[in-house]
Nanobody
Framework: QVQLVESGGGLVQTGGSLRLSCAASGMIFSRAVMAWYRQAPGKQREGVAVILTAGSTNYADSVKGRFTISRDNAKNTVYLQMNSLKPEDTAVYYC???????????WGQGTQVTVSS
């Protein structure tokens, strides 16, 4: 069965950087659309970034120009490089996988990102 294991969260100052990683197993990684979501306290979960199987990407307006999503199919891993972090980026970040031609998707356990000022 599919498992997503996230790492890389932590505490960083305003303007700093973090790189999140999500290692996938139990599926054909190259056939899945991968995405990062986040949920801040008291707020609804929102999509942050998406990378398609061919490598094209989409970003939420709030992170465009600061965050970069990428994937390494040889390592079955998707990354989220976060630069110029702001306090409003503070949230639990979740990895998501949706295989092509499949209605259901899979979620990681989440990793906490805290940006202090």
């Amino acid at each position: 069965q599919v498992q997503l294991v996230e790492s890389g969260g932590g505490l960083v100052q305003t303007g700093g950087s973090l790189r999140l990683s999500c290692a996938a197993s139990g599926m054909i990684f190259s056939r899945a659309v991968m995405a990062w979501y986040r949920q801040a306290p008291g707020k609804q979960r929102e999509g942050v970034a998406v990378i398609l199987t061919a490598g094209s990407t989409n970003y939420a307006d709030s992170v465009k120009g600061r965050f970069t999503i990428s994937r390494d199919n040889a390592k079955n891993t998707v990354y989220l490089q976060m630069n110029s972090l702001k306090p409003e980026d503070t949230a639990v970040y979740y990895c998501n996988a949706r295989p092509l031609l499949q209605a259901n998707d899979y979620w990681g356990q989440g990793t906490q990102v805290t940006v202090s000022s």
